[in-house]
């Protein structure tokens, strides 16, 4: 007789359902990475891709405030995402992100420039020495004003270029920070993917 018996068709019609199962998880993991590498700040309205090669290590305290960015009211700097490679900070390579917001209503007696240059100096280290004068850039079709820091850690000197604009109330910052100047241009290459789609 030709054909499968029970059990022998049973059994493969159990595998190809595993097969097609296991399938389907590999896609949904590979549509799961490719979602969570997108950042959403819902109440602020912009979407950002970090660069690849990260890890995330934003708290899940970090991430509840970045789901209610619009309504922060707090006195301090308040981390939304924290990003770096996986090497030790005092390796070559290292190179971290990390996104802030603030209040702009806490700085309610500057103007925005002056907002943002006082959020950059605040969040760069106490230890490190501001390279020239603020510019301000375009990203995602916002401007942004960017401060560069260095410090020295002999033997290596770790650099900072820190972008802050106000958005919805809030002063947004990317912090970019290496033990490589060329790394922290490469991480600059991800802001061009900021998306405000309201503008």
């Given at each position: 007789m030709l054909g499968l018996s029970g059990d022998e068709g049973f059994l493969q019609t159990i595998a190809l359902v595993l097969f097609i199962g296991i399938c389907l998880a590999c896609q949904s993991t590979e549509n799961g990475k490719a979602q969570a590498s997108v950042?959403?700040?819902?109440?602020?309205?912009?979407r950002y891709t970090p660069p690849a090669g990260l890890t995330d290590k934003t708290s899940p305290s970090s991430r509840e405030a970045r789901n209610h960015a619009g309504s922060y009211t707090g006195k301090?700097?308040?981390?939304?995402?924290?990003?770096?490679?996986d090497d030790a900070d005092a390796d070559q390579n290292w190179h971290q992100l990390w996104m802030f917001i603030f209040p702009r209503a806490n700085l309610a007696g500057l103007d925005d420039a002056a907002a943002?240059?006082?959020?950059?100096?605040?969040?760069?280290?106490?230890?490190?020495?501001?390279?020239?004068?603020p510019q301000t850039v375009a990203r995602g079709g916002r401007n942004f004003l960017v401060s560069e820091f260095e410090q020295k850690e002999a033997p290596l000197v770790k650099h900072a270029r820190i972008f802050t604009a106000v958005?919805?109330?809030?002063?947004?910052?990317?912090?970019?920070?290496?033990?490589?100047?060329?790394?922290?241009?490469?991480?600059?290459?991800?802001l061009n993917s900021l998306n405000f789609p309201g503008r």
């Open positions: 950042v959403s700040v819902p109440d602020l309205g912009f301090a700097a308040e981390v939304i995402l924290d990003m770096s490679s943002e240059a006082k959020m950059n100096a605040a969040l760069a280290s106490p230890r490190s020495i501001a390279l020239g004068k958005c919805k109330g809030q002063l947004v910052s990317f912090v970019l920070v290496s033990n490589s100047a060329d790394q922290v241009s490469a991480m600059e290459q991800s």
